[in-house]
């Protein structure tokens, strides 16, 4: 089979990742010998931005549409402020692609150490689904009396009937796959008053359409801690955009590093291409020294082959990280020796051999 993939290494850490995976998917290609992959290299980043005053061309739909996929590295930069270049790339993208849906796997490896005690890798498995396309990133709001000292700035979180049931039903369909059929709603509806208890009525409305599934509420802030606190009781967990956004940040510390989390924005209607990318940002600090963790591009390029039907390549792939991690081949975030290219190899070296 043949894929057209586009891929956006973007800023940073970004083309450090997307390459190490691109190299991975190549070796793949080359042993399975199962398909084939035909990929648009576009360089939508920072540097564009500076260069040209644009990170997307305004024709950027026609660009990506005819594309199974896109991998996306990272955006930011330390000289454009942070709201503008994730709103020039990446949530475009997210919003007009319907991408609504955000997949965020939480696992721990063997090999990588947990700063949680008495945790296994048998003892955490979760699934967040983050809302992509709405609420408090709906992109809503303004600001007025600018520089005056009675300025006001609004942000306003968007919630529909229709964007919160889509994401629930989805997230009830990964809750029902998997063994322990159980879900997690988060929520604030104890101080926001309008849009999260639209959220919490519809959420009830979809549980009642999956009576095989357990269903639980957890306000947002108690979530924290029961994540710390009793995370085998955890499994498929829904979340908004925001509170997604950040508890995945916590799943990722709880899993060892964010160096390894990775993110599906996915459109499951599959009207348009689906984005694997990671957790993580474009992390300037470590930019340029071929330090950075390349697994979470790597977890996400496994969920794209997954995505396009690919198991058998996925499955080599995902072994092969995991093998990689149990012998202790670890970059410095998850407090091992080995550089961006020694972890590249050495699970390059896995998918031939397998
Ligand atoms: P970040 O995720 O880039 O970095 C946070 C910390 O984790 C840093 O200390 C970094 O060195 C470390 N880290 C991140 N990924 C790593 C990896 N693969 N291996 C080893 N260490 C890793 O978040 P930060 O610093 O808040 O943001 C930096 C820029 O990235 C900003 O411009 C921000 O807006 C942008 N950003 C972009 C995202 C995206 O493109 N999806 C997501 C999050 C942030
Ligand atoms: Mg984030």
């Known amino acids: 089979r043949r894929y057209k993939i586009a891929v956006i290494p973007g800023d940073g850490i970004g083309p450090e990742t997307i390459g ?19 990929y648009t290299h576009l360089d939508w ?3 564009r931005y500076f260069a ?6 305004d024709d950027w739909m026609t660009v990506l549409k005819p594309h199974d996929a896109i991998f996306f590295g990272a955006v930011g930069h330390p000289k454009v402020p942070d709201h503008i270049s994730l709103w020039e790339l990446l949530l475009p993208i997210r919003q007009r692609f319907q991408q609504y849906a955000n997949l965020r796997p939480t696992r721990i490896m063997r090999g990588v150490d947990s700063p949680l005690k008495n945790i296994s890798p048998e003892s955490l498995d979760w699934m967040l689904v983050r809302e992509n396309t709405e609420g408090e990133y ?15 700035g609004t942000e306003l979180a968007i919630f529909t009937r229709q964007g919160i049931e889509r994401i629930f039903r989805f997230a009830y369909q990964i809750a029902e796959s998997r063994s322990k059929k159980h879900l997690t709603f988060v929520t604030k509806s104890n101080a926001q008053r309008s849009g999260m208890v639209l959220w919490d009525e519809v959420a009830w409305q979809i549980a009642a359409e999956f009576p095989h599934v357990k269903t639980e509420k957890m306000l947002v802030d108690a979530m924290t801690v029961r994540m710390v606190h009793k995370p085998e009781s955890l499994d498929t967990i829904v979340a908004t955009n925001l509170h997604a956004d950040i508890l995945s940040d916590l799943a990722a510390a709880i899993a060892g590093s964010i160096g390894i989390a990775p993110a599906s924005s996915i459109d499951p209607t599959r009207q348009y291409p689906s984005t694997f990318e990671s957790v993580h940002g474009s992390a300037p600090d470590i930019a340029g020294r071929g330090i950075a963790n390349p697994i ?5 390029g496994v969920e794209m082959l997954r995505w396009l039907g690919e198991e058998v390549a996925a499955d080599a792939w995902m072994k092969a990280i995991e093998d990689v991690c149990a012998e202790g081949v670890l970059t410095p975030d998850l407090g091992g020796k080995e550089d961006t290219r020694g972890v590249t190899d050495a699970i390059r070296a896995k998918v031939i051999k397998n």
């Open 138 to 152: 709906a992109g809503q709001g303004g600001r007025t009396h600018i520089g005056q000292p009675w300025e006001v």
């Open 52 to 57: 040209q005053g644009k990170y997307l061309p």
């Open 296 to 300: 979470a591009t790597m977890w996400a």
């Open 20 to 38: 190490a995976s691109l190299e991975i998917l190549q070796a793949l290609q080359e042993t399975l010998g199962s398909f084939q992959i035909e």
């Open 45 to 47: 980043s920072s540097d």
